[in-house]
């Protein structure tokens, strides 16, 4: 089964038509294969996937307090985290990805695991096919005034994706490296 054929549309039919009608944990599901395509298994292994607390008669695993996915590059064997997130608004400042606790603990984990966790956005459209998609570090500068994880407004042109897909760690850290460049002429 490949991402969007006819099958795939089939066997996640009624994950679309739960998204359709409002149900966010769907929405996230779909994103998030959306999101796998981005960092294709030719070029990414993955390490771990979280599990859902929804999966488990409504008991939560410890490790769903873990970002999505846990990839690793398979030329470097490097590990870095992706937390998805699929909004189809913004506010005035941006795009609000998560709560204050949930970004002071994915900063811990970055630094506990010694490996970076990364926030892809999609943003608009369908949750299997957004409008915009962005990528961006976990990072202090991400963090709106309440301690929320935000994408500002004049930052979303620089953390745009607007390849197809990832091919190496490395080629994520150029996408990001526009941050050690440019951020003073903003």
């Known amino acids: 089964m490949k991402f969007l054929d006819d099958e795939w549309f089939e066997y996640n039919k009624q994950k679309i038509i739960s998204a359709e009608n409002g149900n966010n944990f769907a929405k996230g599901e779909l994103f998030e294969n959306y999101a796998l395509t981005l960092f294709p298994d030719e070029y990414f292994s993955i390490v771990k996937a979280t599990t859902r607390k929804y999966d488990l008669d409504g008991r939560m695993a410890e490790d769903s307090k873990y970002p999505d996915f846990l990839l690793r ?28 606790s949930t970004v002071s603990r994915y900063i811990d984990i970055d630094a506990k ?13 369908l949750p299997y096919a957004p409008e915009f998609t962005f990528l961006t570090e976990l990072d202090f500068d991400d963090i709106g005034y309440g301690g929320e994880g935000i994408l500002w407004k004049i930052l979303m042109k620089k953390y745009e994706v607007k390849k197809e897909y990832f091919t190496s760690l490395k080629d994520i850290e150029e996408h990001l490296s526009w941050k050690t460049t440019e951020y003073e002429d903003l």
Not at 75 to 98: L, V
Request: glycine residues 14%; charged residues 25%; aromatic residues 18%.
């Open 73 to 100: 590059d398979r030329e470097t064997g490097k590990t870095f985290w992706i937390e998805c997130k699929f909004r189809s608004w913004m506010d005035d400042d941006g795009i609000r990805y998560c709560s204050h």
């Open 113 to 125: 695991s010694g490996s970076n966790v990364y926030v892809l956005i999609g943003f608009g459209g």
